[in-house]
C-alpha cells in the first residue's frame, strides 16, 4: 500500500480554498505576488489545467465565472519571477559606482566630524 493510498481519506479532494492557501505560502510565489494576484492565478491555472485536475472539476466552473468577471490583476505582464526591469552590466557597473561614491562621501564626512 503506498502513502498516498493509505492516506487518501485524510486530503481533501478540491478543495480550492486549501490549494489557494498552501499558493500563498510558496515563499517564492508571495515574493512577487500580492494574495489576491495569488487567487486569481490559481484560478487561471485550474482552468489552463483543467483536464489534469479532475479533483477540482466541480470549482472549475466557479474559477471560469470568478475569472470572467474580474479585472486582471497583473499577473501576466512579467516575464519571469522578477518584476523589476531586466539591467545591463553597464548599467550595473554605473549603479555600483554611484553607491560606492556615496559611500565614500559619508565615510570622509565622517572623517572630518571626528
Known amino acids: 500500500m503506498t502513502f498516498a493510498a493509505s492516506n487518501a481519506d485524510r ?8 490549494l489557494k492557501q498552501a499558493m ?10 500580492n494574495p489576491e494576484e495569488i487567487w486569481q492565478m490559481t484560478d487561471q491555472m485550474l482552468v489552463a489545467q483543467a ?10 466552473a466557479a474559477a471560469q465565472k470568478r475569472l470572467a468577471g474580474a479585472k486582471p490583476l497583473g499577473t501576466n505582464k512579467w516575464k519571469g519571477a522578477a518584476r523589476l526591469k531586466e539591467k545591463s552590466v553597464a548599467q550595473l557597473r554605473k549603479e555600483s559606482a554611484a553607491i560606492q561614491n556615496n559611500f565614500d562621501a559619508v565615510k570622509a564626512s565622517a572623517k572630518r566630524k571626528k
Open 24 to 33: 500563498l505560502h510558496d515563499p517564492l510565489t508571495a515574493a512577487v505576488c
Open 51 to 60: 483536464q489534469w485536475l479532475p479533483q477540482y472539476k466541480k470549482q472549475i
Open 11 to 18: 486530503f481533501p479532494q478540491g478543495d480550492v480554498t486549501l
